[in-house]
């Protein structure tokens, strides 16, 4: 009995362990990149639909600082879900002084249309990016953030000249769609 009682504490204290872990993973992280510690609450606007030039609506959700009313803004375009890992990453940008915008790209998710890797890419983040620009919580400095396909959408953005893109944090990502590519091994 006793020995059974042991293992259910263990048990429950390794559970406790665990969700505090899970709890606090963003404060972790945040030491871990050794970010400046949190400054603002946040305010969330989900399910915003983003009108693209084409009248496509661009599913997008928005990361504001508490209080502040005129801030950088971070874009982060995916496939893979904006109500995945970028709501993390949304939270610890956000806590730090940056609007964030995360949008699921054409056709995926909650956004319209049909998915077609890459091809909308380069005008779906230009659009993005004026309609930051014109937001009145944006102070008009826009970077975007994020790997492996949401670090292409931000060379894709790029390539189209927009003055509205001032920074670029892409990752683990490609800005050459050639060899692989081309041989059919992606997509």
């Given at each position: 009995?006793?020995?059974?009682?042991?293992k259910?504490?263990?048990?429950?204290?390794?559970?406790?362990?665990?969700?505090?872990?899970?709890l606090?993973?963003?404060q972790?992280?945040?030491?871990?990149?050794k970010?400046?510690?949190?400054?603002?609450?946040v305010?969330?606007?989900?399910?915003?639909?983003?009108?693209?030039?084409?009248?496509?609506?661009?599913?997008?959700?928005?990361?504001?600082p508490a209080?502040?009313d005129?801030a950088?803004?971070?874009?982060?375009?995916?496939?893979?879900?904006?109500k995945?890992?970028?709501?993390f990453?949304?939270?610890?940008?956000?806590?730090?002084?940056?609007?964030?915008?995360?949008?699921?790209?054409?056709g995926?998710?909650?956004?319209?249309?049909e998915?077609?890797?890459?091809?909308?890419?380069?005008?779906?983040?230009?659009?993005?990016?004026?309609?930051?620009a014109?937001?009145?919580?944006?102070?008009g400095r826009?970077?975007m953030?994020?790997?492996?396909?949401?670090?292409f959408?931000?060379?894709?953005a790029?390539?189209?000249?927009?003055p509205?893109?001032?920074?670029?944090?892409?990752?683990?990502?490609?800005?050459?769609?050639?060899?692989?590519?081309?041989?059919?091994?992606?997509?």
């Amino acid at each position: 009995m006793a020995n059974s009682l042991n293992k259910l504490i263990g048990i429950a204290g390794l559970t406790a362990l665990g969700s505090s872990i899970y709890l606090g993973r963003r404060q972790i992280i945040a030491r871990m990149l050794k970010l400046p510690p949190p400054t603002y609450k946040v305010e969330k606007e989900p399910d915003l639909h983003v009108i693209m030039p084409d009248s496509i609506e661009l599913a997008t959700d928005l990361y504001r600082p508490a209080g502040l009313d005129n801030a950088p803004t971070v874009l982060m375009r995916t496939p893979y879900g904006r109500k995945s890992i970028n709501q993390f990453f949304a939270m610890i940008f956000a806590e730090r002084g940056f609007n964030v915008v995360s949008q699921d790209v054409r056709g995926r998710f909650d956004s319209e249309d049909e998915f077609e890797p890459y091809v909308h890419e380069a005008s779906d983040g230009e659009a993005t990016l004026a309609w930051i620009a014109e937001q009145p919580w944006s102070n008009g400095r826009i970077g975007m953030w994020g790997q492996s396909y949401v670090g292409f959408v931000q060379w894709a953005a790029a390539s189209t000249g927009t003055p509205h893109l001032h920074a670029m944090m892409p990752a683990i990502t490609q800005s050459n769609l050639g060899g692989p590519n081309e041989q059919g091994f992606i997509w």
